[in-house]
Structures are given as C-alpha cells and as structure tokens.
C-alpha cells in the first residue's frame, strides 16, 4: 500500500485535457511544496515532469502543469498527445524521519 | 551532462546482501549540488524510494529499509552504492540510481536523472 493515493488509471482522446489527483495527508503533501511528478513508459526509467509542485524542468512540454489544494496534488495534461501514454507516479516529501513517499501510479490511456 | 549508470550482479541467494554501484559521469560526486540516491521498482509494481546521500557523507533512508542499508560513496572512482543486507524475494526489483539538484534534503523528491535501471532477483 503506497503512502500517496493515485487512481489505478485515466483516459482521455487525443487534444483532450485529463487531471491526475495525488492524496495525501497532512504530514507529507499537505505540508510542504515538494511534490513532484513522474513520467514512466515501458521499460524505462521515469522522467521528472513537475517539481516543487508546479515547476517545470527544462524540456518539459507546458502541457505538463501541476497544483496543489490541501492533501492533494494535481498533475494536467492538455492537448493530449499518443506520446503521454505511461504511468505517472506522483512524489512528496514527508518530513525528516520518512523523507520520500510515492505514490501507487496512474496508467494514462490515450484513446 | 550528468549520466549515472548502475551496475552489479543481476542475481542474488536469499539471506546474502545486494550490491551495486552508481557510476557517475558528467559532474563530480563530491559537489554541494546534487543528491544522490536511490529507487526501487518491483517488475510490474510502483516506485519505492531507498535512501540517498549527499556529499557530505549525511546519508537519508527509508524507514521500511534502515536496518539493512547502507550507501558507501567511492569519491575516487565517482560512483556511490548500494548495499542492503539479508535479501529475501520481496527484495527482487528494477534498482535505479539517480540524482537530485539542491542543497537541501527537500529536493531528493526531484531526482531530474536517472541511470537506466538493472534488475536484481533474489533466488537460490
């Protein structure tokens, strides 16, 4: 069971926009601006798509957007594209006795 | 540009310890600026962070691991590594070593490169 709650998985049609939610709780997402997010495809390594909540990492495609609202976290896709069918995990610090805690991941589907 | 490769034995007996070793190239192992660490993933599960180390030799662990690991830094051959002792089967993962840009512990959630992953099984 993972610290961070994530659906098992999403869908949405090319050009659509899809939102991935990322619950946690007071001690790790809801108290810092460290959540980060994870692009993974099949047989590779994942790729850091969010930062600090809403940053982005050089090279990172602006559809890729992240919030935050209390426990949870968000990660958008707009315009979607058949490239952004991987998994997702989402990522959080939790303080100075856990560090890191991840999330369960999300099977993006791109129909 | 930073690259990280892992290496080490793809397979080993229940009871004995893991190792591997985090080759770094790019950047140099004993800067301020990164954190270097560790991640795990069981074949077809999640992500599971293991631990990571700063070049200060200040070393950060999962909880659920503390007891059997360790990360010893080798500044001379720029590589890190892993070693988690008395391997069962649940232990079996894709084991990726990757860096995190920062001075603070904060920033090893953002680790923005990864090495390619090498799978290690555990069985006799």
């Known amino acids: 069971q993972s610290a961070l709650t994530q659906p098992a998985s999403v869908s949405g049609s090319p050009g659509q926009s899809i939102t991935i939610s990322c619950t946690g709780t007071s001690s790790d997402v809801g108290s810092y601006n460290f959540v980060s997010w994870y692009q993974q495809h099949p047989g590779k390594a994942p790729k850091l798509m969010i930062y600090?909540?809403?940053k982005r990492p050089s090279g990172v495609s602006d559809r890729f957007s992240g919030s935050k609202s209390g426990n949870t976290a968000s990660l958008t896709i707009s315009g979607l594209q058949a490239e952004d069918e991987a998994d997702y995990y989402c990522?959080?610090?939790?303080?100075?006795?856990?560090?890191?805690?991840f999330g369960g991941g999300t099977k993006l589907t791109v129909l | 540009q930073l690259q990280l490769q892992e290496s080490g034995p793809g397979l080993v007996k229940p009871s004995e310890t893991l190792s591997l070793t985090c080759t770094v190239s790019g950047g140099s192992i004993s800067s301020s600026n990164y954190y270097w660490g560790w991640i795990r993933q069981p074949p077809g599960k999640g992500l599971e962070w293991i631990g990571s180390?700063?070049?200060?030799?200040?070393?950060y662990y999962n909880p659920s691991l503390k007891s059997r690991v360790t990360m010893p830094v080798d500044t001379s051959k720029n590589q890190f590594s892993l070693k988690l002792r008395s391997v069962t089967a649940a232990d079996t993962a894709i084991y990726y070593c990757a860096a995190a840009a920062g001075g603070d512990v904060v920033v090893v959630v953002a680790a923005f490169r990864w090495g390619q992953g090498t799978l290690v099984t555990v069985s006799s």
């Open positions: 990522c959080s610090y939790a303080g100075s006795r856990i560090f890191v805690v």
């Open positions: 180390i700063y070049y200060s030799g200040s070393t």
């Open positions: 600090e909540v809403n």
